[in-house]
Structures are given as C-alpha cells and as structure tokens.
C-alpha cells in the first residue's frame, strides 16, 4: 500500500476515494471515504471504511493522506 503526504485540516479531495485521516491534536488514525462532498464515518478497518455510507460528524479538525493500494 502506498500513501501520499499529508494535507492539512482545511483543504478537501480533489477525488472521491479512501482515504487516512488523522486527528490533528490527538493523533489517532482512521481510514475515511470522501464522496466528493463530504466524509464519510471513519473506521480502522479499511475494509469497513470503504462500504461506509453514513456521512461523519467530524468534517474537519483532521489531516488526510491518499490511499493507493
């Protein structure tokens, strides 16, 4: 699996997809779908996150990475 380099909390996907999101004060990571509009809820399964449909409460306040398997 290769990643990209961060993004910082305020810049969204260009691309739907899945994609690594990271808390930015507590660190913690999960793997998170961006429909092009807004994320989706987060998981650390990437499995789970890629069939999520529930859109997420936490739209910002986290940096993200590309995912490319």
Same mark, same amino acid.
């Given at each position: 699996?290769?990643?990209? @380099? ?11 997809? @899945? ?6 004060? @507590?660190?913690?990571?999960?793997? *998170? ?13 990437? %499995?789970? *996150?890629?069939? %999520? ?17």
């Amino acid at each position: 699996m290769k990643l990209t @380099l961060w993004f910082g909390c305020s810049t969204v996907p260009v691309r739907p997809g @899945l994609y690594e999101r990271q808390h930015k004060k @507590l660190g913690f990571k999960v793997y *998170a779908k961006w429909d092009g509009k807004q994320w989706l809820l987060g998981h650390p399964s990437m %499995a789970v *996150a890629e069939k %999520a449909w529930i859109p997420s409460k936490q739209q910002t306040g986290y940096m993200w990475r590309g995912v490319m398997k």
